[in-house]
Structures are given as structure tokens and as C-alpha cells.
């Protein structure tokens, strides 16, 4: 994703008719922090980094349960494991 480049907007709020939209410019923070732009990541959207964070300590998350086998169905109760 170039994030110089602005695509079509699907924020529910300016379908509303709104102008604020919290998670506008949310895909091109993410964008500039990859690239190493924090300053242009920051002036896209505030929480991209934390976006990023949250996103990375879930992908953390989940790996660490499928390779410790600590994952469970939902649905059982007797705590079989998948």
C-alpha cells in the first residue's frame, strides 16, 4: 500500500454525512510505521502504532496458545484440548 495515495473511504460515519472519522487514515499509519516514518505514521492517526501493538501482542497471543496446546473448543467443558 503507497500511503501516499488516497483511495475510496468506507467509514460509516461520512456515509452518515459525519466528517470525523476515528479510524481515517488508520491503514496509512500502519503503512508509514512499516516503512519507519513514525512522525508521518503519527500524523495520519494516532493509534496506528497502537493499532499495531495490539495487533502484534494478539498475533503473540495466539501462537504462543496453538504451540503450548493450551487452546480450547469452545463448547467444551471436560477442558479437551483441540
Same mark, same amino acid.
Given at each position: 500500500?503507497?500511503?501516499?495515495?488516497? %483511495?475510496? +473511504? =468506507? @467509514?460509516?460515519? /461520512?456515509? !452518515? %454525512?459525519? +466528517? =470525523? @472519522?476515528?479510524? /481515517?487514515? !488508520? %491503514?496509512? +499509519?500502519?503503512?508509514?510505521?512499516?516503512?519507519?516514518?513514525? +512522525?508521518?505514521?503519527?500524523?495520519?492517526?494516532?493509534?496506528?502504532?497502537?493499532?499495531?501493538?495490539?495487533?502484534?501482542?494478539?498475533?503473540?497471543?495466539?501462537?504462543?496458545?496453538?504451540?503450548?496446546?493450551?487452546?480450547?473448543?469452545?463448547?467444551?467443558?471436560?477442558?479437551?484440548?483441540?
Amino acid at each position: 500500500m503507497d500511503p501516499m495515495t488516497k %483511495g475510496t +473511504s =468506507f @467509514c460509516f460515519f /461520512e456515509l !452518515l %454525512g459525519i +466528517s =470525523f @472519522c476515528p479510524g /481515517e487514515g !488508520l %491503514g496509512h +499509519s500502519i503503512s508509514w510505521l512499516f516503512r519507519g516514518e513514525l +512522525s508521518y505514521a503519527l500524523q495520519a492517526n494516532l493509534f496506528g502504532p497502537v493499532a499495531v501493538i495490539i495487533l502484534s501482542l494478539r498475533i503473540i497471543q495466539i501462537w504462543k496458545d496453538l504451540y503450548t496446546n493450551t487452546t480450547t473448543q469452545i463448547g467444551h467443558t471436560d477442558g479437551r484440548s483441540l
